[in-house]
């Protein structure tokens, strides 16, 4: 038997989809597809200890990522890390209040960036994430595609200055109003260790790259264009330099009429979308480029009933002229019900 690393590439679906094929089923996988919905992956992270301890073992946070492959048989595993481990590779204090989210000591002025680690020092951190992405890259399942990710620039920065996620990223507003040239540094900085991380993780054995911009939506004008737009297509471009031939998929979400030109402007195999936008809207305006991802309501998964089944065929049928991923438009929830996403991968395969 192949193993997976033998396999053509081109028999992956999410591979064949990511590259402009239009299949007659989309291939599917959901943004926190590992996570608190599952019984396994709550018994795994009690064995772990806690959220930052499981990420960082290596053999724990490949099993969480293999948890839902086994259960549901998505095209895609993605790795299993957080967007927040950057941060901490670069310096800042990071850790999970229970019930609160992460905090993270803040970068609030020139001097604050200035003092950031540099680069090349991230790896001391983020060597067991690379080793998650080996043990993968051999145990997933060979028609399986391994994406790894990181998160966006701005939304990373969002963090880092307010030292916890907000919820409209007022103090990065306002340190980008106030002192341009520092916020400017801050995304640069982010820029460029998060090119490093996403090359180390290509080079471990991810097939393809996703960059989480969550708070892109709250960017306007020529502030979208220099701290959404741009660092994306430094990274992507970067990759591409590196890796040609791994695929990059960019979701800056809530990016409404903004998403329409974003992968052509960014330079991405794929454009994932929220469900603030309609499918319909977007298949005409969004998939005229090339592939999309999205872009079912999470809280249909909690919900369930015909409305989750009559929602999924409507969303693929109004992306069936191209090439689609299915996915949600936004990480599936806790309270998600697991048989709910059985009942939405039925409707989706027939």
Known sequence: MKNRNEVNMTQKTILRALSGERLPTPPVWMMRQAGRYLPEYRATRAQA??????????????????????RYAFDAAILFADILLIPQALGLDLWFATGEGPRLSTVTSANQVAALRSTDAIHDTLNPIYETVRILSRELPRETTLIGFAGAPW???????????????GPAHAFKAADRAAFSALIDKITDATIEYLSA????????VKLFDSWAGSLKGQDFDDFALTPAKRIIAALKARHPATPVIAFPREAGAR?????????????????SVSADWAAGNVQTDGCVQGNLDPRLLVTGGDTLETETRRIVTAFSGGAHIFNLGHGITPDADPDNVTRMLAAIRG
Do not use: H, K, W
């Open 49 to 70: 200890g806690d959220f930052l301890s499981l990420c960082y073992n290596p053999e724990l946070a490949a099993e969480v990522t293999l948890q839902p492959i086994r």
């Open 155 to 169: 939304t990373v920065a969002t963090y880092m200055i307010a030292g916890r996620g907000t919820p409209d990223q």
């Open 201 to 208: 993780q290509i080079n471990a054995g991810a097939e393809v």
């Open 259 to 275: 998403y329409a030109g974003f992968a052509r402007a960014v330079g991405a195999d794929c454009v994932a979308l929220d469900n």
